[in-house]
């Protein structure tokens, strides 16, 4: 059986830190990818420490550490999807 391209996860991680978040999923890059080429407004969020954002990145994604999320919640947009990345 073939895996869901978006997966329900339970609140945990950063997710708890913003329990007003709403809805939190596992979204495949092949998904994310499609949804991007389709011209789906995302904001991505890459989650790893400054240096590895520096390092490399997705293009257009913003740097928010995961241990800075609670704090800048509000930089976190609220009219589209939002997908945080870590890897």
Do not use: K
Request: proline share 8%; glycine share 4%; with cysteine.
């Amino acid at each position: 059986m073939p895996t869901p391209a978006v997966t329900p996860t339970p609140r945990s991680g950063f997710a708890a830190l913003t329990p007003a978040a709403g809805p939190i999923a596992h979204v495949r890059a092949d998904e994310l990818y499609r949804r991007l080429q389709a011209g789906e407004a995302i904001q991505i969020v890459d989650a790893r420490a400054y240096s590895q954002y520096d390092a490399e990145h997705i293009a257009g994604a913003v740097s928010i550490p995961l241990a800075e999320v609670a704090m800048r919640a509000q930089e976190l947009a609220r009219d589209r999807l939002v997908v945080f990345y870590c890897a």
